[in-house]
């Protein structure tokens, strides 16, 4: 089994800045691309960011230069610090990580339950 258990989420002022956390659990041979999605209600699963083994990393446009991912391979962790939050940016926001559980097996895509992100005007 493999779980991902995200922390993070919650309210803050729009300007204002959150950090969530991502912790990858169970049986993991290697952990490749990381990331994160966000779903708005009404909205589809979109992309935020995401980073590979290697520290590469990949935004959406909407986020540039305001979000940062980072990961901690030895933890089997990734973070997203959010800073100047805005109206658009709340959702519940997942965690995704391509993990593969045995040296000969494939990667396959896990998610996260999700935690939630409000941003007051």
């Known amino acids: 089994q493999v779980q991902l258990v995200e922390s993070g989420g919650g309210l803050v002022q729009a300007g204002g800045s959150l950090r969530l956390s991502c912790t990858v659990s169970?049986?993991?041979?290697?952990?490749?691309?990381m990331g994160w999605y966000r779903q708005a209600p009404g909205k589809q699963r979109e992309l935020v960011a995401t980073?590979?083994?290697?520290?590469?990393?990949n935004y959406a446009d909407s986020v540039k230069g305001r979000f940062t991912i980072s990961r901690v391979n030895a933890k089997n962790t990734v973070y997203l610090q959010m800073n100047l939050l805005n109206v658009e940016d709340p959702a519940v926001y997942y965690c995704?990580?391509?993990?593969?559980?045995?040296?000969?097996?494939?990667?396959?895509?896990?998610w996260g339950q999700g935690t939630q992100v409000t941003v007051s005007s």
């Open positions: 169970g049986s993991i041979f290697r952990i490749d691309v």
């Open positions: 980073i590979n083994s290697g520290g590469g990393t």
């Open positions: 995704n990580a391509n993990v593969q559980k045995y040296l000969l097996g494939s990667a396959a895509s896990y």
